[in-house]
């Protein structure tokens, strides 16, 4: 017999976040129980394009880096 839990298959009824890189819901997973405050990324892909410091703001997708001006070489 199966151990009574309070999930009852109702997916809808699970606490959710937003990923801090891309903004998509996450949904709660068992495997994140114990560290559900601490999950900040959706997927790996997620965490690998996290922001290069630790207060920066999510990143948007609609922004892209300014380049740094490069010096000529001298002849």
């Given at each position: ?66 380049p ?8």
């Open positions: 017999m199966p151990k009574p839990s309070g999930f009852k298959g109702n997916k809808q009824e699970l606490p959710q976040k937003p990923c801090v890189v891309c903004g998509r819901a996450m949904s709660w997973r068992k495997s994140w129980a114990k560290n559900w405050d601490q999950v900040l990324y959706c997927s790996d892909r997620c965490r690998a394009d996290k922001p290069k410091s630790a207060n920066a703001s999510p990143v948007s997708s609609t922004s892209a880096p300014t740094t001006p490069r010096k000529k070489a001298a002849s």
